[in-house]
C-alpha cells in the first residue's frame, strides 16, 4: 500500500491516505484509572509530609468501622487500609458483628466523633437490615464525614457549595478532568440516581463554574432503573458522555453510544464465568470500545480513583479539623 501511495501524486496521495484512515476505526482510548490514582497518590503523600512537618502534628487518621463479613465489603475495607498507609495517613478498622443494634453502632460512630485523634470517619455498607444506613450515615460528624453522605453534605454539594463530596463522584470527575474531556455544554447521561453516586456525580457535572465546585457546566441527563430501554437509548444516543452506575451487566451496548464518546464504567458486578469469579461493569466493554472516544475498565477504572479521593478527602478533613483547633 505505501509504495501504491508512492506513486502518485502528492495530493492524491493525501487524499487517499486520509479516506483510508477513516476507514479504519481506532479502539477507544482507555482512562488508566489505575496508573492515574497511582500518581495522584504519590503527589498527595508528598503533601501530607510536607503538612505535617511544617504544622508540627500527628497525620491525618482514618477509622472504617466494619459491621459483618461480606467478602466484598472487607475487601474494599482493606485496599482503603493499605491506600492510607501509602500516603502516610493512619488508619485503623472496627470489625463489628452483624448482630449489633443500631444503638450499639451509634453508640461508636458517636465515641468516634468526639475522639480527637480522628480526622475522618467511614461505615462501610451496606449495613445489616435491621440498621438505618441512612441515620448511621447521618450520625457521623459532618467534618469527618469523609464519605460525604452525610446531609449537610449532600445538602452543600446540591447547592454548589465546597465540602466534603462523595468519593465515586470526585473519582469520575477526575478522571473526566485527566483525559482531558471537554464538558463545557456538553451532553451527559447519568445512569443511576442512587444518593451516593448517581446523584453527586450529576451534581458536580452541571456544576457552576461560578460557585465554589469544579464547574463542568455540562448539561445532564439523569436516568434509572424505571427509564424504559428505548428511552435510555434515545438519550445515551446524542450523549457526549455516559456514566453508568447500576449494577446491570450490559446495560451500556454499541448501539446507544455515539461515535466518540466517552464511557465511564462505575458499576461492579460479581458474575461467574467458567467457575471462576470475574468482576464487570454495566459497559459492553468489547463491544463499546469499538464506537466510544475514550472508555474506563473494570476493574482498573473508577474503583482505584475512588479509594484515592477517600484518601484526598480524610486529608481535606484533617485539615479543616486542625485549622478549626
Known sequence: MRFFINLLRPSSARSLSIQIAKTIRKSAELIDGKKIAGDMRKVLKREIEEWVQNNNTRPPSLVAVL????????????????????VGITSKTINLNTSITEE?????????????????????????E??????I??????????????????????????????CTALAVVE????????????????????????LPIAMLLHSDYREELPGMEATVTICHRNTPREELIYFAKRADIIISATGVVNLITPDMVKPGACVIDVGITRIKVDGKTRVVGDVDFEGVSKIAGHITPVPGGVGPMTVTMLMKNTFQAAQCLKAST
Open 67 to 86: 459491621v459483618g463479613e461480606d467478602p466484598a465489603s472487607q475487601k474494599y475495607v482493606h485496599f482503603k487500609m493499605n491506600a492510607a498507609k501509602e
Open 175 to 198: 478522571l473526566i478532568k485527566r483525559s482531558k474531556i471537554e464538558t463545557f455544554g456538553k451532553n451527559v447521561v447519568v445512569c443511576g440516581r442512587s444518593k451516593n453516586v448517581g
Open 130 to 135: 435491621h440498621v438505618s444506613e441512612r441515620k
Open 104 to 128: 450499639e453502632l451509634l453508640d461508636i460512630v458517636n465515641k468516634l466523633n468526639q475522639d480527637e485523634t480522628v480526622d475522618g470517619i467511614l461505615v462501610q455498607l451496606p449495613l445489616p
Open 137 to 166: 450515615c447521618n450520625a457521623v460528624d459532618p467534618q469527618k464525614d469523609v464519605d460525604g453522605f452525610h446531609l449537610n453534605n449532600i445538602g452543600k454539594l446540591c447547592v454548589n457549595k465546597d465540602t466534603l463530596i462523595p
